[in-house]
């Protein structure tokens, strides 16, 4: 059997992530949204199938000449996106391919980003709660 990976693409947060793989001839592409959790897989620019999920592993079941595969997506970091997908063929794995998208000079938000976007919202809720009891309320 003829198993190539095609080189990866780079992910990105607008474009979402592209996974190439080839199977005795057959190009698989698996692309997945990073904003809507749509999932597509297709064989030879033919999609065999379309799913949103929202879970961290989604799993696409497909044929192939009466062979089974699978393309299943694993968010492994859902901070940084790291994102893996593997081709598997009647149960047998064939290979894996990571990517993390580009957010310009960061790729992560990190633990201060986070606690800086926490603080901004409580403030903001506080503020918000504050003027509604005041203009409204009272």
Request: include cysteine; glycine fraction near 8%.
């Amino acid at each position: 059997m003829n198993h190539t990976i095609i080189p990866e693409h780079k992910a990105s947060i607008f474009k979402g992530y592209r996974f190439e793989f080839e199977i005795n001839d057959h190009n698989i592409v698996a692309w997945g949204s990073a904003w809507t959790g749509r999932e597509i897989v297709s064989i030879d620019d033919r999609v065999v199938s379309d799913l949103y999920s929202y879970k961290r592993k989604a799993i696409h079941h497909f044929d192939i000449n009466d062979t089974a595969y699978e393309i299943e997506f694993n968010m492994v970091n859902i901070l940084q996106g790291l994102l893996h997908c593997t081709l598997i063929e009647d149960g047998t794995h064939v290979a894996t391919q990571k990517q993390l998208p580009n957010f310009g000079k960061k790729r992560v938000l990190g633990w201060k980003g986070i606690g800086v976007c926490f603080l901004l919202g409580l403030v903001i809720g506080l503020a918000g709660s504050y003027a509604i009891d005041v203009l409204f309320i009272q």
